[in-house]
Each structure stands twice: as structure tokens, then as C-alpha cells.
């Protein structure tokens, strides 16, 4: 490749790897936020999934990511993982809350 080309994909690869650290800050915040939730769900007694809650996400996912332009398949993909892992994390805090309780 020429050096013209190097430099050119060197800028946009840095530029990707700048998006992804963010990307994945905010996850980790996102899933950090859905920890607090489960110790308040635990407190309340509530159940972990929440039906009408994730719909709601999952439709406001498809609005917004179809409107930047990307692909409902795509969005939905990432809605299935990332409601599976908050919920994977909200059972582990549940979990630990419970063994905490006496009796
Ligand atoms: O809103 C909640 O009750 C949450 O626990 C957050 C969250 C989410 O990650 O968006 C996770 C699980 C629920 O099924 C719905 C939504």
C-alpha cells in the first residue's frame, strides 16, 4: 500500500479505536446503572426481566438506530445481548443479595 493509503487508513483505524473506548465505557456505565436497578428491583421484590420495560427499549432501539442508518437486524442483535448480560448481571446481584440475607 502506498503511504498516502497507510496514512489515511491510520487516521480512520485511529479514529475507530477512539469510538470503541468510548463504546465501551458507556456499556460498562450501562451495565453498572442496571446493577443499581437490580438492588433496587431486590429491595421492592421485583423480578429481574421486565417484559413491557424491554419491549419498550428494544422499540426505542429500533427507532433511533434505524434512523442513523442502521440495520433492524443489527439493532436487534445488540438488543438481545445487551438485555441478556444487564439481566445476567442484575441475577449475580441478586444472587449475592440473597446469600447476605440473614436466616
Ligand atoms: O429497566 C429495568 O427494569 C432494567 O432492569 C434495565 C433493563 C435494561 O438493561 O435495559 C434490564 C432488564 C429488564 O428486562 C429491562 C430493562
Known amino acids: ?18 469510538i ?3 463504546v465501551l465505557r458507556l456499556l460498562a456505565r450501562r451495565l453498572a446503572l442496571a446493577e443499581e436497578i437490580a438492588k433496587r428491583k431486590a429491595v421492592h421484590g421485583e423480578p429481574v426481566v ?3 420495560r424491554a419491549q ?6 429500533l427507532q433511533l438506530g434505524v434512523q442513523w442508518g442502521l440495520r433492524p437486524s443489527f ?3 445488540l438488543w438481545e445481548l ?9 441475577s449475580d446481584v441478586l444472587r449475592r443479595l440473597q446469600r447476605h440475607v440473614p436466616g
Do not use: F, K, W
Not at 2 to 18: A, F, Q
Not at 56 to 61: D, K, L
Open 1 to 18: 500500500m502506498g503511504r498516502l493509503v497507510d496514512e489515511e487508513l491510520r487516521d480512520l483505524r485511529n479514529t475507530i479505536d477512539h
Open 20 to 22: 470503541d473506548e468510548h
Open 50 to 52: 421486565q417484559p413491557d
Open 56 to 61: 419498550q427499549v428494544r422499540t426505542r432501539y
Open 75 to 77: 439493532l436487534e442483535a
Open 82 to 90: 445487551l438485555h441478556s448480560e444487564s439481566c445476567h448481571r442484575q
